[in-house]
């Protein structure tokens, strides 16, 4: 095998000793002409454009460090096209010394690496303002290397700057897309490329604003599969809005791929549905953790509105529930939820009433009911009541949408017990549907923390005492005797702009002994 080749050896350059001791003007820099040096074109110019040997530019003092001023990070495009950049060139002895130099000044452009030019000379990339910085401060400063200031075509990016976002992938995918095919990256294409969505397993749900400029469907299915590929998906669908109706069915788009079932793990529970077909809130994740810390061990549940047995499952699979019956009209949704208890192993402590809860036969039965609806569960309270047990009654953890005002500051103080009244109520009578005392914090049932008083809003205080007075008269209506409503808590899960909260009212209702 021959010898491997080996480049020639440089020859040789001024010591530090010798740069130190003749000092350089800098006319170089400027273009004029240094003592024994060939003159310099100013700049910019390009890397092959006759130059003179390296001179030695003073460096930049370090008082002046902090004083140049932040740069914002060129677009990923930048580093795309493999454009020029600003760079200082000198010996490779000299070139750690300079970068420290540079990096102390804040004039190194990170961006790219530090790279062999022409000659073996090595260029540190710098920023375009370090031009202007350093023709100014040449004349300042103790340290003087042998450099020279001039362009660098096609830099090699950093190890950091090339690791890109999905975020950022994809808009350089689809910026490569559309440049060649001839058209024009626009800023309209630009806002209109995705920056968050939701992933499930190999599938990849897209938001409804995304990819609605008219350009892109003439790209066809190729775009659906660029898309997929930056992503790292097999399968893609877009998000629309919630059809109109009581079942809350999404308006999805299947865009890549056969079908839309996917599977999703939350705390351990393993939820398989259609994308197409079911929604999937994964903003209700804290409610689900709250929910499956609640102590329901030898419980029966209802829940009124299972879906694909989001609350069903953690009252079975965490919070032990000895028996669940899960209400659900939509029959995709029954599909899924049939599926989930099955994958879950609780197919046995459940049972699935298809249809209209209004019409459900139970009474007497529950120990607890979930009303999981928003905006409102308000049509399902009389079955909840129903449902309840009639000796011991019960909790009912009611979701409602809450409109709040806008200013964060509005605190609603802890009320004692006994100085509650329902609205309206002017008797002088103990009001058993009060709110008990929210002291800051407390432990509620399950473990949880009680929230203080301070971060209810009034607004969901008075949703919550008119909602305690509702359901003790629609039992005291059932039963034909005195009934007990107390607040237990109230827990925020979400909000919605503009000012409306998604709240968990969870209210203790049991049936008055007599006196």
């Known amino acids: 095998m021959p010898p491997a080749q080996r480049r020639p050896p440089l020859p040789p350059g001024p010591t530090e000793e010798a740069a130190a001791a003749a000092p350089c003007s800098g006319k170089a820099l ?20 006759p130059s003179c040997p390296p001179c030695r530019l003073r460096g930049v003092p370090r008082v002046l460090t ?48 530090l790279q062999e030019v022409a000659g073996g000379s090595v260029a540190l990339p710098v920023l375009e303002v370090a031009e202007q910085r350093l023709r100014e401060l040449q004349e300042s400063g103790a340290l003087e290397l042998p ?16 690791v890109r976002t999905p975020a950022q992938k994809l808009r350089g995918e689809l910026r490569r897309m559309v440049l060649g095919l001839g058209e024009s990256w626009s800023e309209e294409l630009e806002h209109d490329v995705p920056r968050s969505w939701q992933r499930h397993g190999d599938l990849v749900l897209l938001s409804e604003d995304s990819f609605s400029a008219a350009l892109w469907t003439k790209l066809g299915p190729a775009l659906w599969e660029t898309v997929a590929s930056a992503l790292g998906a097999q399968r ?5 809005r919630v059809l109109p109706g009581g079942m809350r069915s999404p308006s999805v788009t299947l865009l890549l791929g056969q079908d839309g079932w996917v599977e999703h793990v939350d705390n351990g529970i393993r939820y398989t549905f259609d994308v197409t077909k079911c929604m999937f809130s994964p903003g209700n994740i804290t409610e689900k953790l709250r929910v499956a810390s609640l102590p329901c061990a030898g419980e029966v549940l209802v829940d009124l509105y299972a879906g694909i047995g989001y609350f069903t499952l953690p009252y079975l699979v965490h919070a032990a529930a000895a028996f669940v019956h899960a209400c659900e009209w939509n029959h995709h949704a029954v599909e899924a939820l049939r599926r989930n208890l099955a994958l879950n ?10 249809g209209d809860n209004r019409q459900l036969q139970l009474q007497d039965v529950a120990d607890r009911v979930n009303l999981g609806l928003i905006p409102s569960s308000e049509e399902g309270w009389p079955v909840a009541c129903r ?27 802890a009320v004692p017990r006994n100085e509650q009244r329902p609205p309206g109520d002017s008797s002088s009578g103990e009001w058993e549907d009060g709110q008990r005392e929210m002291q800051s914090p407390k432990e509620t049932e399950g473990g949880g923390k009680e929230m203080p008083a301070s971060r209810v809003r009034p607004e969901w205080q008075r949703w919550a005492e008119a909602t305690a007075a509702r359901i003790r008269g629609l039992l005291e209506e059932l039963h034909g005797q ?11 899960v979400k909000s919605y702009a503009p000012h409306v909260h998604h709240i968990v009212l969870d209210l203790e209702c049991r049936p008055a002994l007599p006196a």
């Open 387 to 413: 449902v309840l047990k009639k000796g011991t009654g019960g909790v009912l953890h009611i979701h409602h949408n809450v409109e709040a005002l806008p200013a964060p500051s509005c605190l609603q103080p």
């Open 66 to 113: 902090g004083a140049v001023p932040n740069v914002p990070a060129a677009p990923m495009a930048a580093l795309e096209r493999g454009g020029s950049v600003l760079a200082l060139v000198t010996e490779p002895r000299f070139a750690q010394r300079l970068r420290r130099h540079l990096e102390e000044e804040r004039l190194l452009d990170a961006r790219y690496r």
């Open 236 to 240: 893609l669908a877009r998000r629309g």
């Open 147 to 162: 450099c020279r200031l001039l362009r660098i075509q096609s830099p090699i990016p950093s190890k950091a700057a090339s």
């Open 30 to 49: 400027r273009g004029e002409t240094e003592p024994g040096h060939s003159a310099v074109p100013p700049l910019p110019y390009e890397l092959d454009a």
């Open 482 to 492: 005195p009934w007990r409503t107390s607040i237990l808590h109230i827990e925020a």
């Open 345 to 354: 192993g609780v197919q046995e402590r459940c049972h699935i009433h298809h």
